[in-house]
């Protein structure tokens, strides 16, 4: 196997560490780029995306690298999961700290009702 980045083992371990906890709860996951920020709740077990919401979207305003950004989104998600009938996920940070931007999407996601 080829040597693979911090990031990459990072990301790996929480993936693997989600698995064994889930209890076929869908996942949270979570992308952040140097300007966007990307959330969906997927569904493992069919393999479909229940709801998604980025800091691409039109109705979205202002920077998306922010802290606010991340809130925003992490509170439209939150109804948009709710809508589908989803009230309880995994929060699978990828290979990004819970610090920042990823931080505030989940505390927004918490805040509109999500369960993790």
Request: charged residues 25%; without cysteine.
């Amino acid at each position: 196997m080829a040597h693979l980045s911090i990031f990459e083992r990072r990301r790996r371990r929480v993936r693997t560490a989600l698995r064994a906890k889930s209890g076929g709860r869908p996942r949270l996951s979570v992308h952040r780029s140097g300007r966007h920020i990307y959330a969906q709740v997927i569904d493992d077990s069919r393999g479909h995306t229940v709801a998604a919401a980025s800091s691409l979207e039109k109705a979205f305003e202002g920077n998306g690298a922010t802290v606010a950004a991340a809130a925003a989104v992490g509170k439209t998600l939150a109804e948009r999961a709710k809508a589908a009938g989803v009230t309880a996920v995994v929060f699978d940070r990828g290979g990004f700290l819970f610090h920042g931007r990823v931080k505030a999407l989940a505390e927004a996601a918490r805040e509109g009702g999500l369960e993790f």
